[in-house]
C-alpha cells in the first residue's frame, strides 16, 4: 500500500509532530461543495439498476418491499440516507485528506501554504485493512452501539468510475437479500448481518465518491463516523467512540478526543486521532518555497522521538 501525504503550513506539521496527532473534520464543511450528494447521485442510480428501489426523493421506494428483511431502525436510516442524503447512520463524518502524490505544484498551492510548508508521508494500512463497522460498548463492555464504522480508502473519480464501483456494492446487496429470502431459519441472523454491514458500507461510501474535477489530487480518505447528536445519550456514544479507537487500532491510534473548531463564520466539529509517529510518519518532503532544511526537520522529529524518517527537498522550482 503505498504511502499517502498529508500537504500542510510549518505550523500545522508542528502541530501534528508536537501533539503526536492528525486532526480529522466534518467532511461536509469540505472545500467540495458537492461532497456527499455526488456519491449519493452515483449510489440512487447503481440500487435502481440492481432492483432494489424506484423512484426518487418522497416517491422512492424499496422494491419488494426488501428493507422489511432489516430491523426498523436500519429501514429508516437506509431511506433517510437515500431521500434526505443523511450521512450513515444519521450522524457525522470526520474526514482526513491525504494524497497519493507527494510532490505536486496544485498541492502544495492548494494546501501546503503555496509551497511554504511540507508534506507528511504517512503508513495508514491498518485503517484499510479493518472491516468497516464495529461496535462500542460502556465501561463494563456493554454495547452500546453495534455500527460505529472506520473507513481509509482511495477517492472514485467521475461518473464511470462511480457508477462501475457502485454497480460492485449493490450487486453485493442484491445477493443478500436474495440469499436472504430463500434461506432456513439457522442461517437468516448471519446473513442479515452481512446485509446490515454491506448496506452500510454502501452508503458510507458517498463519502469517497467526487467529481472528476479534482481527480488530479488522488485523494485518500480517512474517516471515521461519529455518533448522531440529535439523539439522547449522545455524550455517552461520543465517550465511547473515542475510547474504543485506540482498542481497535492497538499497532497505531493512541488516543482519541472530540472538539469543534472555529472557521471563519461556522464551527466545524472535529476529532483529533492520537497517532504513533514511529510506526506511521514514514517521509517528510519540503516544499519548493519553504526555508526549513532538512535538519530542522529532523530537529522538530527528533524532539517527538521520531526517527527513521526519509526527509526531501520538493524537485519543483516553483516561487
Not at 480529522?24 to 450528494?37: F, G, P, Q, V
Not at 423512484?55 to 430491523?71: E, K, M, N, P, S
Not at 463492555?141 to 472506520?150: A, C, F, I, S
Request: proline share 4%; hydrophobic share 40%.
Amino acid at each position: 500500500m503505498p504511502l499517502t501525504y498529508h500537504y500542510c503550513s510549518l505550523q500545522t506539521a508542528c502541530a501534528i509532530v508536537s501533539n503526536a496527532s492528525l486532526r480529522l473534520c466534518d467532511i461536509t464543511k469540505s472545500n467540495d461543495s458537492a461532497e456527499i450528494t455526488y456519491g449519493y447521485a452515483a449510489a440512487s442510480a447503481s440500487l435502481d439498476r440492481a432492483g432494489l428501489i424506484s423512484g426518487h426523493g418522497a416517491a422512492l421506494r424499496f422494491t419488494d418491499d426488501w428493507t422489511d428483511l432489516l430491523r426498523p431502525e436500519y429501514r429508516t436510516l437506509l431511506r433517510e440516507a437515500l431521500t434526505e442524503h443523511v450521512l450513515p447512520p444519521n450522524r457525522l463524518c470526520y474526514a482526513a485528506c491525504l494524497s497519493e502524490v507527494g510532490d505536486q505544484l496544485s498541492q502544495w498551492r492548494a494546501y501546503g501554504d503555496d509551497g511554504r510548508g511540507v508534506a507528511l508521508g504517512f503508513d495508514l494500512s491498518p485503517f484499510a485493512h479493518a472491516r468497516p463497522s464495529f461496535t462500542v460498548g460502556d465501561d463494563d463492555g456493554h454495547p452500546l452501539q453495534t455500527h460505529m464504522m472506520t473507513m481509509y480508502r482511495p477517492i472514485v473519480y467521475g461518473h464511470e468510475r462511480s457508477a462501475a464501483y457502485f454497480d460492485a456494492l449493490a450487486s453485493r446487496m442484491a445477493r443478500d437479500v436474495h440469499d436472504l429470502r430463500v434461506a432456513d431459519a439457522a442461517h437468516r441472523d448471519a446473513i442479515r448481518a452481512r446485509l446490515l454491514d454491506a448496506t452500510l458500507e454502501f452508503i458510507a461510501s458517498t463519502a469517497f465518491c467526487k467529481k472528476r474535477f479534482f481527480h488530479e489530487e488522488c485523494e485518500w480518505r480517512l474517516a471515521v463516523w461519529g455518533p448522531n447528536a440529535n439523539v439522547g445519550g449522545f455524550e455517552t456514544l461520543q465517550d465511547a467512540l473515542v475510547r474504543a479507537l485506540p482498542r481497535r487500532f492497538p499497532r497505531i491510534v493512541t488516543s482519541a478526543r472530540c472538539g469543534v473548531l472555529p472557521r471563519v463564520d461556522r464551527l466545524v466539529p472535529t476529532i483529533d486521532l492520537g497517532l504513533d509517529l514511529g510506526a506511521t510518519l514514514r517521509a517528510v518532503i519540503i516544499g519548493p518555497r519553504c526555508a526549513a532544511s532538512a535538519q530542522d526537520i529532523r530537529m522538530l522529529l527528533a524532539g517527538a522521538g521520531v526517527h527513521d524518517v526519509d526527509i526531501v527537498h520538493s524537485r519543483g522550482t516553483y516561487r
